[in-house]
């Protein structure tokens, strides 16, 4: 039997939808469909948190959930200017 991902989020108990990864060079946060399995460099979150997230100054919040698009894909991508 499978087991069910919660929120990464402090006394959150609503299951993971989506997966939060983050890039340090490019100053980007990504939210996508909840991946396959858990990473330890990623934190999966639940609607509720997901929709609150912001990024940090500076930063871009980039949602790929519902594109088809993975994070892997989206890094692969040339960067437009």
């Known amino acids: 039997m499978a087991m069910r991902r919660g929120c990464a989020r ?7 939808t989506v997966t939060l990864s983050y ?3 490019s100053a980007t946060v990504w939210l996508e469909e909840l991946t396959p399995e858990g990473h330890p460099m990623t934190h999966d ?3 509720r948190h997901a929709a ?3 990024a940090p100054r ?5 949602d790929l959930r519902g594109t ?8 692969a991508e040339p960067v437009a200017s």
Not at 10 to 16: L, S
Not at 58 to 62: F, I, K, P
Not at 68 to 75: E, I, N, P, Q, S
Request: hydrophobic content about 40%.
């Open 23 to 25: 890039g340090y060079g």
């Open 58 to 62: 500076g930063w871009t919040l980039v």
């Open 45 to 47: 979150l639940c609607e």
């Open 52 to 54: 609150r997230t912001v």
């Open 10 to 16: 402090p006394a959150c108990a609503e299951p993971a």
């Open 68 to 75: 088809g698009t993975t994070v892997a894909k989206a890094m």
